[in-house]
């Protein structure tokens, strides 16, 4: 019986996840871009603001601008309690989120490599990277990064 229940829950997780990117493009790809916009797993188009790609330009020194691959996806972690989310991406995309958006880092892009990544957000930073980052972050939801990794790539 739980095997049935598990097949339902995956089903319906995967189908939530349907606007989650078929594949992220990179911010130098999307500052060059007349029309940013990326594919959802469901093959629509999704936008993203102009304005928003121009910002993290001017935040993201250059030489990062090939590094960070939008949109971001923020995952809601069920097997981590309430609130609790990740961040699928790289380092870099982890330390613009900690330490320019929910500012708990306090280094600048110099020290990045010595930075102790941490992928972990609580509901509130969530909501402050999701207001401020409408079109260049996107959520999704899982059980476990354990049984669906993979289906983000």
């Not at 997780?13 to 992220?24: Q, Y």
Request: hydrophobic fraction near 40%.
């Amino acid at each position: 019986m739980g095997s049935f229940i598990d097949k339902i829950l995956e089903h319906d997780i995967d189908s939530i996840n349907d606007d989650l990117p078929r594949r992220r493009v990179s911010l130098k790809e999307l500052i060059a871009a007349e029309l940013p916009q990326y594919v959802t797993r469901n093959g629509e188009t999704s936008a993203f603001h102009k304005e928003e790609i121009a910002k993290l330009g001017e935040i993201v020194p250059r030489k990062f601008h090939g590094d960070i691959w939008l949109p971001i996806v923020i995952l809601r972690r069920i097997d981590r309690g309430p609130g609790m989310h990740t961040v699928t991406g790289s380092k870099v995309e982890l330390f613009l989120i900690q330490h320019l958006i929910v500012g708990d880092v306090d280094l600048e892009w110099d020290k990045l490599p010595g930075w102790e990544m941490n992928d972990r957000l609580a509901r509130p930073h969530v909501q402050i990277l999701r207001r401020e980052l409408p079109s260049t972050t996107c959520l999704g939801f899982t059980m476990s990064t354990e049984t669906n990794r993979g289906k983000l790539e």
